[in-house]
């Protein structure tokens, strides 16, 4: 058997362990994603007509969606945190290391899982959104593909960060603690409100993190706003974040335990 035939099969052998995992246990799931509803919810109908500045709450709704999917996204990839500090602590990953298996499969296996649960995480969330009056009239078929496509990419490389917070988390509430700025980051972007009515000091640290140019990017892919450069920038942010992620994650793994 070729090696690429073994990391293939090894790699699906993992990935259908961390959706059974996810199936049999989905209140960590469940517990993630109500973060984001409640903040989707809140937002809309109790801070709506004044955070719109007299746009409206159509228009917010229309505003809010696109950072409260990619913050579902950051959510979503606590549980990937926790589920690797799982395996780390409760001896399965020694198990493995002494099985004949592709050594790598172990980590495909829970970045794959949770990029699945993600994007079926982004779909219920959209669903929320759409059912309280989110609406995306001008968007073209190629157009709702590129936001599908960026939205798997952010949720690729902020997987492959959690699986290096994960690996070097002594237990799980650790792993939940450490991972938390994933979800945390979204709240310092534009996903509430537009960069120009936060503090001038404050507006660097928002406009140059990952979570704020990919939020423009959705929104201008799904409501036709100006993308400008920040099209570019996603890309930029989720490579390098996917290439760490995978360079911190291997090597912590492929390190020999003491």
Request: net charge positive.
């Given at each position: 058997m070729s090696t690429i035939t073994l990391a293939a099969r090894d790699s699906t052998t993992m990935l259908r362990r961390n959706l059974l995992h996810a199936r049999r246990y989905p209140s960590l799931t469940l517990n993630l994603l109500l973060t984001p509803v409640m903040l989707l919810l809140l937002f809309v109908y109790i801070f709506g007509n004044t955070m719109s500045g007299g746009a409206g709450r159509d228009a917010y709704i229309a505003y809010l969606v696109p950072g409260i999917l990619l913050m579902t996204i950051g959510s979503t990839t606590i549980g990937t945190a926790v589920s690797v500090s799982n395996d780390m602590t409760e001896g399965i990953i020694a198990r493995f290391r002494t099985m004949a298996i592709?050594?790598?499969?172990?980590?495909?296996?829970?970045?794959?899982?949770?990029?699945?649960?993600?994007?079926?995480?982004?779909?219920?969330v959209g669903a929320v959104g759409l059912a309280i009056g989110f609406r995306s009239t001008d968007a073209t078929a190629l157009e709702w593909l590129a936001a599908l496509g960026l939205l798997v990419l952010?949720?690729?490389?902020l997987t492959w960060i959690a699986v290096g917070m994960g690996l070097v988390s002594p237990n799980a509430e650790a792993a939940s603690n450490n991972a938390m700025p994933l979800i945390l980051l979204p709240l310092l972007s534009s996903a509430f409100v537009p960069l120009h009515s936060m503090p001038g000091w404050f507006q660097p640290i928002a406009q140059y993190q990952p979570f704020t140019p990919a939020i423009e990017t959705l929104r201008g892919l799904l409501?036709?706003?100006?993308?400008?450069?920040?099209?570019?920038?996603?890309?930029a942010w989720c490579l390098a974040l996917t290439a760490l992620g995978y360079r911190w994650s291997t090597t912590t793994f492929n390190r020999d335990p003491k």
């Open positions: 592709h050594r790598p499969s172990v980590l495909i296996g829970h970045v794959l899982g949770s990029v699945i649960q993600a994007v079926l995480s982004v779909i219920l952010f949720a690729l490389a409501l036709g706003t100006a993308i400008g450069n920040n099209g570019w920038i996603t890309i």
